[in-house]
């Protein structure tokens, strides 16, 4: 558990809610177990955050799956305390939160965010209420902003540049209690 | 062989005597002989030092205030609109219209992990968290071993709560219950009068009474004048099915529910002899104009006792007050609301159905140190012009919540069992593309900034 950086008792207090999630009491939650909560089922990115817990083709985390995902989200001043210059780089990173968004946009996991892949998840987000066409000028209005070699899609690099004034330190940490 | 036979007889009789005159007599006439304020005062004293010890055995940071009470995390609760707002900010903005960047998802992740660490509705369907141990093994979640002294007294509080307490309290509910069962039947025997409906509601508070007792429940009813009168509905937040013995201790209610089989049929069947209750069939709750043809007619009779019904339609873990169905409130008639807070401190009496039976709950609640609450009646309220069901039921919500320190939800009771409507995800993805959209629209009218 040292690599997720979780004081032990914020691991004690996230396992008991690990616990309390788990309804089959199989020590592993599946995604219907994080679909049963109510706020997140109605978010409109919910199923690309739920998938981001679960390993490529398996249906079940369990609570050291579950812990690495969340140790994502810690924020980055925390790390100032034990720095250990031998165990790479941190999971809540700010490259590695900025992986962890990229991740919710490219589906096929093949690190390249395609046109097609951008407005799959646009329309995740926005519903029914855009049409079509106007949907695809802003994913092709996005990609042009973006792509710098050309190819027409998005990779880890391009993605990190067109963020690089964005607090991501910030918008994508949660301040866990201790 | 004889003689022990006979000592038991004699253990017998002194132990019903005991009862009898020192919990039952006093029950029956309202009177109270101080027992159980004696005990819950020296109650409140050991788990006062019990609580000293763990912060003093604790190597680790002093209990902060802020611990489990607050939650794991700390939010931000921000609008979308704020939120997106300010992620875009320090992106470079694109002036050729329509406003998504691909930042916006960044407000759609971290509000769905904190969503996942703590969220505002599952953690209304399982107990209460403690601030600190109070000496039941059930509620040790993260506590360790501390110290010799604190385990003597947790063993003989076992002891105490499942050798002395459990039987004595089983013994009071088995009476309690009997008497109910026989005396309302008896009083039904009656044909109806004045005399009868004055028995009737004799017989009722004393059962519960009795009831309350075999629960050690010490309840504290605040602003007695506004008390639900009669052709009234009487409206309260729901935590287990003791909910209904504590309020009947202080007044007498019909009471609303479907019928059931097995020992509670044979309650609900024999109550209803002696005074008027509504007991639904299970097809008749689907046909929601019968239920309230039947509910209408119950309170048009101003004769009859106040209804007693729980809007939120579940139990839910007194920490916080969800939705109320809008059905109740739109009978008419005067509503009363209720308030009842429990301490958990000494017992925890939320009924998670899911986890225990109604035995295995009963049982809990037996072996529990007491049960303390506090009952506030509120004044009545009635629907104004212009408010429709909803907005009337949601106010009453609101002036429940308050009262009783509990958080005010929105969210339905019934997501313990059901899934959560699309049309609230409809609604999230509607906010967000006006928030596209919108300012697409603003652009080509002022034109390119």
Not at chain 1, 92 to 113: G, P, Q, T, V
Not at chain 2, 316 to 331: A, L, P, Q, R, Y
Not at chain 2, 366 to 376: D, E, G, P, R
Request: hydrophobic share 40%.
């Amino acid at each position: 558990m040292k690599e997720t950086g979780f004081s032990h008792s914020q691991i004690t207090r996230l396992y008991s809610h690990f616990h309390s999630l788990d309804k089959g009491e199989n020590g592993a939650l599946s995604r219907e177990d994080f679909q049963r909560i109510p706020e997140l089922a109605i978010n409109p990115l919910g199923d690309r955050i739920i998938n981001a817990f679960f390993p490529e083709g398996e249906d079940q985390v369990n609570f050291r799956g579950f812990m690495r995902t969340l140790a994502h989200f810690r924020p980055v001043e925390d790390n100032e305390k034990n720095k250990d210059p031998t165990s790479g780089e941190p999971l809540n990173s700010r490259a590695n939160k900025l992986l962890f968004a990229f991740r919710l946009y490219d589906l096929d996991r093949d690190d390249k965010i395609s046109r097609d892949e951008l407005l799959q998840v646009l329309r995740m987000m926005v519903g029914v209420n855009i049409s079509d066409e106007q949907l695809g000028s802003i994913a092709d209005r996005t990609i042009q902003e973006a792509d710098t070699n050309g190819d027409m899609s998005i990779s880890f690099s391009e993605f990190t540049k067109v963020l690089e004034k964005v607090d991501v330190e910030q918008k994508m940490s949660i301040r866990f209690l201790h | 062989m004889e003689g022990a036979w006979e000592i038991a007889f004699v253990f017998f009789q002194v132990w019903l005597s005991v009862i009898v005159g020192l919990i039952m007599l006093p029950a029956m006439f309202g009177v109270s002989l101080g027992f159980t304020d004696i005990y819950i005062k020296v109650l409140v004293k050991i788990l006062e030092w019990a609580t000293l010890r763990i912060q003093r055995g604790q190597k680790e940071q002093p209990t902060l205030p802020s611990q489990s009470a607050n939650g794991i995390i700390e939010k931000d609760d921000g609008s979308m609109e704020e939120e997106i707002g300010e992620l875009r900010r320090s992106h470079p903005k694109n002036l050729a219209g329509g406003d998504f960047t691909l930042c916006d998802a960044f407000y759609f992740c971290k509000k769905g992990i904190e969503n996942i660490v703590e969220d505002q509705v599952t953690q209304r369907f399982t107990s209460e968290e403690l601030a600190s141990w109070n000496l039941l093994t059930r509620t040790n979640n993260n506590f360790c071993y501390i110290s010799l002294r604190l385990t003597i007294i947790w063993g003989l509080g076992v002891f105490i709560r499942y050798c002395i307490l459990l039987p004595l309290r089983i013994t009071l509910a088995v009476i309690g219950l009997s008497w109910l069962v026989i005396g309302t039947t008896l009083v039904g025997l009656l044909p109806s009068s004045n005399v009868k409906n004055w028995l009737s509601d004799l017989v009722h508070i004393t059962c519960y009474r009795i009831c309350a007792r075999g629960l050690s429940a010490t309840i504290h009813y605040h602003n007695k004048e506004n008390r639900p009168k009669k052709g009234g509905i009487c409206v309260a937040n729901h935590t287990s099915p003791i909910d209904i013995v504590i309020l009947a201790n202080d007044g007498c209610y019909a009471m609303v529910g479907q019928v059931h089989g097995g020992l509670m049929g044979v309650i609900q069947r024999s109550i209803v002899r002696s005074c008027p209750h509504v007991w639904f069939e299970r097809s008749e709750m689907k046909d929601r104009h019968a239920v309230a043809k039947r509910l209408k007619d119950h309170i048009a009779d101003k004769n009859k006792l106040p209804i007693l019904i729980f809007p939120e339609g579940t139990c839910i873990n007194n920490t916080s007050v969800m939705m109320f169905k809008k059905g109740s409130f739109e009978i008419g008639g005067t509503i009363y609301p209720v308030a009842i807070k429990y301490d958990p401190q000494f017992g925890d009496a939320f009924w998670n159905s899911a986890k225990y039976n109604m035995v295995s709950y009963l049982l809990r609640m037996m072996t529990s140190w007491a049960i303390v609450c506090n009952v506030w009646y509120l004044p009545p309220m009635t629907r104004q012009d212009g408010e429709d069901a909803v907005q009337f039921a949601n106010r009453v919500k609101s002036a429940i919540a308050h009262q009783g320190g509990l958080v005010d939800l929105s969210w339905d009771g019934g997501l313990k069992r059901e899934k959560v409507k699309e049309s609230l995800k409809e609604e999230q993805q509607k906010m967000y593309s006006s928030m596209i959209v919108g300012s697409d629209f603003f652009e080509a009218s002022v034109g390119p900034a």
